[in-house]
C-alpha cells in the first residue's frame, strides 16, 4: 500500500470482528491463495502478506469474506446447483476466479473482473461488511463467467448514470447473482448475526433498486 493509506473503519459494524479470527486459520488461507489464485507480489507492502491474521489489512479482510463464503449454508459440505445460493456460490467463485489482485485503485470502482482475474480496490476492504465483500467476489465471479453489464443505470441511480447497470432480473448477471447472495445470506445465513444479516437485506434492496435498468418489481422485506 505504498500510494495508499488504510481509511478509518469500524470493524464492529462490517463484521470483521466476528469474522478476522475465524479466518486467521492457516488451513483456511493455504486453501484459498491456491484456490483464488492470490498472487503474492500483490499483496504484500501493507495488504498484510506477512499479518494474515491483522483485521485492520486486506488479506484478513478478504480471508474473512471467503469464509462466509464457505461456511454460511447450514450444510455447507453441499455445493450442488440445486440447493440455495449459499450453498453453491463459493463453488461459482472458485472455478471462475483463477488470479486475485490487491491495489489501492482510484476510488472508482470497489473490484473488477478481467479474463480470469480479479483486482480488489481500498474500498472493497474499507467500505463493505464481510458479507458485502462475499457478494462482492460473486458478482466479479459471473463477469468472468461471461456476464457483462449491458445496460445504463436507471434515472436518480445511487450509482450513477451510464453503463455499469444490469438490464433486468431475468438477465442473470452479476447484479443479479450479488442480490441473490446477499438476500439468500439474510433469509437463511448461518454463522452470523441478525445485525449483519439486515444490513445484508438494506444492500441488496440498494441494488434492486439502483442497478437494474428495469426494476425487478420486488424488495426484500
Ligand atoms: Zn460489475
Redesign the pocket.
Known amino acids: 500500500m505504498s500510494t495508499c493509506t488504510v481509511p478509518s473503519h469500524d470493524n464492529a459494524t462490517s463484521g470483521d470482528n466476528l469474522y478476522g479470527p475465524r479466518a486467521c486459520w492457516q488451513e483456511l488461507v493455504n486453501w484459498a491463495w491456491a484456490a483464488f489464485g492470490f498472487q503474492n507480489q500483490y499483496w504484500d507492502d501493507g495488504f498484510g502478506y506477512e499479518d494474515a491474521c491483522n483485521r485492520d489489512l486486506p488479506v484478513n479482510r478478504t480471508m474473512s469474506a471467503i469464509w462466509l463464503l464457505c461456511y454460511s449454508a447450514e450444510d455447507y459440505n453441499n455445493d450442488e446447483y440445486s440447493n440455495n445460493c449459499l450453498h453453491w456460490a463459493r463453488r461459482y467463485c472458485w472455478n471462475q476466479i483463477d488470479s486475485l489482485k490487491a491495489f489501492c485503485g482510484d476510488g472508482s470502482a470497489v473490484a473488477s473482473a478481467s479474463g480470469s482475474n480479479v483486482n480488489l480496490y481500498l474500498g472493497y476492504w474499507y467500505d463493505q461488511d464481510v458479507s458485502v465483500r462475499a457478494s462482492t467476489l460473486l458478482?466479479?465471479a459471473r463477469?468472468l463467467g461471461g456476464k457483462s453489464?449491458n445496460a445504463n443505470f436507471p434515472s436518480g441511480s445511487a450509482f450513477g448514470s451510464g453503463g455499469?447497470a444490469d438490464s433486468s432480473w431475468g438477465y442473470e448477471g452479476?447484479w443479479m447473482y450479488e442480490v441473490l447472495y446477499l438476500w439468500w445470506f439474510y433469509a437463511d445465513g448461518r454463522r452470523s448475526t441478525t445485525a449483519l444479516k439486515q444490513r445484508a437485506r438494506q444492500e441488496a434492496n440498494l441494488y434492486i433498486d439502483n442497478a437494474f435498468a428495469t426494476h425487478p418489481g420486488f424488495n426484500i422485506a
Open positions: 458478482h466479479e463477469h453489464h455499469g452479476a
